[in-house]
């Protein structure tokens, strides 16, 4: 256990509904990121915050996707209007500023769009 | 736009094997790259390198990186079982935003 945590762990929804994650950072830590993992490949950048500011944000998230980090403490991601090529595993990671040493990754919420 | 590139994409061995997996990189402004194992879930951090040719070690795993060349090893001497998992490289860029660029990472299987 890192100390990130991510709610939920499964979700199971179909096209065209929208749903929300959650993340729960490391306490301490004022940088959030988001990523997103297919199978078979590596985790790839989304979004990341410092503090309840989004500084950030990837070409990969497009206007469906959105993010929020209210108080800089958790944060939530949103997918509207699902779609079967959402489905991933979504990752949520946190850090100190400039410690990338830092990064933990919290167990992920496994997406899938039927 | 940054890439990393991982070789082997699979890997298996038999246990007390040696085994290394690679890492070459393109990236803007390169700050450091780090080496994580998942398993079946988050990707658990192994090393950071900064600086050419200094090994990183940590028991049987030791690290290095090539500045000039653009590349890492991780080398994992003696496997054991629990060795399996995904190897992930990532590179950081040097724009103070700590966000990662992963490779497609290595499968690694040790056999009894």
């Known amino acids: 256990d890192t100390g990130v945590s991510q709610d939920p762990r499964h979700k199971i929804t179909k096209r065209g509904q929208n749903v929300t994650f959650r993340c729960d950072p490391i306490s301490e830590h004022n940088r959030l990121y988001w990523y997103r993992q297919t199978l078979g490949q590596g985790p790839e950048f989304l979004t990341y915050f410092q503090n309840e500011a989004q500084l950030e944000k990837s070409r990969l998230l497009s206007d469906r996707f959105s993010a929020e980090r209210p108080k800089g403490s958790f944060s939530t991601l949103e997918i509207q209007r699902t779609e079967q090529g959402d489905s991933a595993m979504y990752l949520c990671?946190?850090?100190?500023?400039?410690?990338?040493?830092?990064?933990?990754f919290g167990p992920g919420t496994r997406l899938l769009v039927l | 736009e940054d890439k990393v590139v991982q070789s082997p994409l699979s890997l298996v061995v038999h246990e007390g094997d040696t085994v290394t997996l690679n890492c070459s990189y393109e990236v803007t402004n390169f700050r450091s790259l780090l080496w994580y194992k998942q398993e079946k879930k988050a990707p658990t951090f192994l090393f950071m390198l900064?600086?050419?040719?200094i090994e990183k070690k940590s028991g049987r795993l030791s690290s290095i990186l090539d500045k000039k060349e653009l590349f890492s090893i991780l080398n994992i001497t003696a496997t054991q079982t629990g060795d399996s998992a995904v190897y992930l490289c990532a590179v950081e860029d040097g724009f103070g935003n700590e966000k990662l660029t992963f490779g497609t990472g290595t499968r690694l299987t040790i056999i009894p």
């Open positions: 990671a946190s850090s100190l500023v400039q410690r990338v040493e830092t990064q933990y």
């Open positions: 900064t600086s050419s040719g």
